[in-house]
Each structure stands twice: as structure tokens, then as C-alpha cells.
């Protein structure tokens, strides 16, 4: 029987790293919702509108994805989508001290909502988002570290 888990993040842009751990989750629960952030009190690069069109063309073709926004806590967004699996993807241990903390705030918030951490390839796992628009802004071939749309997206934020 399939289960459904959420992906939340800002995907701000979305990373070759985001999509392997999307691909992942699909591999284990079936349905994964892409949650985007939509939260105000954040400053983002790209707006939300962008975020999400970036998504849905990064992940189309994906069986058993699907993307959406979400405003508060993702706790109640879960409660919403009637699952209990939130997936978080790690990188490197760098993360992990963040991603516990949210994941036992959640826990203490939700006690039925479980986080399941997954890692991305190791050919991703040094990616991050504000390091990938740091190395676009210089002008770098970031192409084997997105996906095509995000490439020229940001491109065309930082030309001169």
C-alpha cells in the first residue's frame, strides 16, 4: 500500500541534490508533496511563484510527486494532508545538529509525526542552495548541479 511523506523546504533553488532525495522518498513511501515554504518572516532569492514553477518543471515526468506551497507550521500542514512522514534530506553532518533540533520540535509539537532523514548521493551531497547562487553569481558552469530551468533562471539574475 502506498504512503505519502512531505518534502519540506524552501528550494531556494531547487538542487540535482533535492531531486535525489525526492527520488528516494518516492522509492519508499510512493507519494511524496514537495512542500515549498511560503513563509513571510524569511527573506528568499527567488520568490515563491518562481520556487514553485521551477519545481513543477524540475520534477516533471516524476511519478508520485507532487508540489505545493505551505504557510505555518509544517506539523499542521501534515495534519492536513493526513500523513505522519516528513522527509528531511542531509547532506553533511553539518546538518544533522539543525535538522535534529527541528526534528524534535516537531516531535514535541506532533508526537504522531516521525522525520525521516534521507542522504542524496554522495556526488550531491556537498550542494547547497546559497552556495550554488555564491558560484553562479561568479559566473560558474553550475549545470551538473541543477536542473536546466534553475540554470538559466539564475543566470539571468546575476548578469551584468
Known amino acids: 500500500m502506498a504512503r505519502l511523506a512531505i518534502y519540506p523546504g524552501s528550494f531556494d533553488p531547487v538542487t540535482y541534490g533535492h531531486l535525489d532525495v525526492m527520488k528516494r522518498a518516492?522509492?519508499?513511501?510512493?507519494?511524496?508533496?514537495?512542500?515549498?515554504?511560503?513563509?513571510?518572516?524569511?527573506?528568499?532569492?527567488?520568490?515563491?511563484?518562481?520556487?514553485?514553477?521551477?519545481?513543477?518543471?524540475?520534477?516533471?515526468?516524476?511519478?508520485?510527486?507532487?508540489?505545493?506551497?505551505?504557510?505555518?507550521?509544517v506539523t499542521e500542514y501534515a495534519r492536513k494532508k493526513k500523513t505522519n512522514v516528513l522527509i528531511r534530506g542531509l547532506r553533511m553532518t553539518s546538518d544533522f545538529e539543525y535538522e535534529f533540533q527541528m526534528?524534535?520540535?516537531?516531535?514535541?509539537?506532533?508526537?504522531?509525526?516521525?522525520?525521516?532523514?534521507?542522504?542524496?548521493?554522495?556526488r550531491f551531497s556537498f550542494l547547497s542552495s546559497t552556495l550554488l547562487k555564491e558560484v553562479a553569481n561568479l559566473d560558474a558552469d553550475i549545470s551538473s548541479f541543477v536542473p536546466k530551468c534553475v540554470e538559466k533562471r539564475l543566470k539571468e539574475c546575476f548578469k551584468s
Open 103 to 122: 526534528a524534535l520540535t516537531n516531535r514535541r509539537l506532533a508526537e504522531k509525526i516521525e522525520t525521516v532523514f534521507l542522504m542524496p548521493s554522495e
Open 26 to 73: 518516492v522509492a519508499i513511501f510512493g507519494h511524496v508533496i514537495v512542500a515549498v515554504a511560503k513563509s513571510s518572516s524569511k527573506k528568499y532569492f527567488f520568490s515563491l511563484e518562481d520556487r514553485l514553477e521551477m519545481l513543477k518543471e524540475s520534477t516533471r515526468g516524476m511519478k508520485g510527486i507532487r508540489v505545493e506551497c505551505f504557510d505555518g507550521l
